[in-house]
């Protein structure tokens, strides 16, 4: 596995891990073509990035006509391409690989499509990040540096390091694969045509956390309890916001962001809902849990919609699955079954909780394989 005990402890948001031949890459996938063609369609997330364009570092937003990318040089260009994982299915089984990653942790993969020289230039990210090198080959200069300088060049498209020092050099070939934790210096180049496919991960910050929560409070919850005050006395100093109010309001944040608290709640809903980008959207016919229970014995395979997040959460004796946003209460063994994609598979028609299926199916979130 590649994802294991060790890897955890010695190398998870510490420090950079090459692994050579490390990655299985799925039979089937994308080439050239097939890229040219997606970056033409709408939906699709899609950039290129020009080094030397008629400014530095250029960045175009897609779609793409055919004539315009048959139309770039010979070097010196990159497509990237987000949320690669959900348009294709033969990429995203690429994440089974990576089993042992809190899935609620992974935002997308992102292909790279890259010509002789082409690059994003050096910079750093603020999440970890896996580069799994699919063809041809990239070389890739690190720089853990803490101290180094990190001022970024002004006036561009995009965010290039002034000051690049590389400390190692990794070159990598098919199957390889670069770990990176969040703001380490790095810089690939392609050495010839490729693609490099990125596992990227999420985290939000306090100030995403506190801003949603603020806002799911207030229609969730009637905005929660109110600050009372502590046992007064009259006072001289009557504008001063002493440390019995201070402790007060810390006391009162605090109980909402308890343990067993609105707040694991909360992070249901918004982890299930962060940065997904596009709403699952019900089937045309609703199903109801005879029909259900029917095609799963005809040998129907429940499946997780590509854009939906699924997560779920355990409160004392309480479990409750999160679906892009929305709770469906349900017991453990039916949670930890329809999160995971690969148990989800082998759900049968005897399962519990068949209702909660259903909603989730007809939701949006789950559908049905059926035999062809
Ligand atoms: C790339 O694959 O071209 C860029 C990925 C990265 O540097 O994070
Ligand atoms: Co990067």
């Known amino acids: 596995m590649l994802i294991n005990r060790a890897f955890f402890r010695d190398y998870w948001q510490k420090k950079p891990l090459v692994l050579r031949n490390a990655v ?3 039979e089937t996938h994308p080439g050239k073509e097939a890229l040219f063609s997606l970056a033409g369609d709408e939906n699709i997330e899609s950039r290129l990035v020009l080094e030397h ?3 530095p570092w250029e960045v175009h937003f897609g779609p793409f006509t055919s004539a315009e990318l048959e139309a770039l040089p010979n070097s010196g ?4 391409f987000q949320d690669m994982d959900k348009h294709l299915p033969e990429v995203g089984s690429l994440l089974e690989q ?7 942790r992974i935002d997308d993969i992102m292909i790279s499509y890259a010509v002789d020289k082409g690059s994003v230039g050096p910079h750093t990210d603020e999440y970890d990040v896996f580069l799994i090198q699919a063809s041809g080959k990239r070389l890739w200069r690190i720089d853990t540096d803490p101290e180094a300088d990190r001022s970024l ?12 020092e590389a400390e190692q050099e990794l070159l990598l070939e098919p199957g390889d694969m670069l770990y990176l934790p969040p703001g380490i210096a790095h810089h690939g180049v392609a050495l010839d045509t ?10 939000p910050s306090a100030a995403d956390l506190f801003q949603a929560f603020g806002e799911w409070l207030a229609e969730e919850r009637g905005e929660g309890p ?18 019995p ?10 109980g909402e962001l308890a343990f067993d608290g609105p707040f694991a709640e909360f992070l249901g809903h918004f982890l299930s809902r962060y940065r997904l980008a596009h709403e699952p959207a019900p089937p045309e016919e609703a199903l109801d849990e005879s029909t259900l229970r029917t095609a799963l014995r005809d040998g129907a395979v429940l499946r997780q919609n590509p854009w939906t997040r699924m997560l779920w959460i355990r409160i004392n004796t309480q479990a409750a699955v999160f679906a892009a946003g929305k709770r469906y209460a349900c017991s453990e063994e039916t949670a930890a079954a329809l999160c995971d994609p690969q148990r989800l598979a082998h759900v049968s028609e005897g399962l519990r909780d068949r209702a909660i299926v259903c909603d989730l199916l007809n939701d949006g979130h789950l559908y049905l394989e059926r035999e062809p």
């Open 153 to 164: 060049v002004a006036n561009l498209d995009m965010k290039i390091l002034q000051h690049f």
């Open 98 to 104: 990576f089993r042992g990653m809190p899935r609620w």
């Open 245 to 254: 109010a201070i402790t007060r309001f810390c006391n009162l944040a605090a």
């Open 226 to 243: 109110r600050y009372t005050d502590p046992p007064l006395t009259a006072r001289n100093e009557s504008a001063l916001l002493d440390a």
């Open 53 to 55: 364009g008629e400014r």
């Open 77 to 80: 260009w990159t497509i990237l």
């Open 24 to 26: 299985n890459l799925p």
């Open 194 to 203: 490729g693609m490099t496919w990125s596992i990227g991960m999420r985290a």
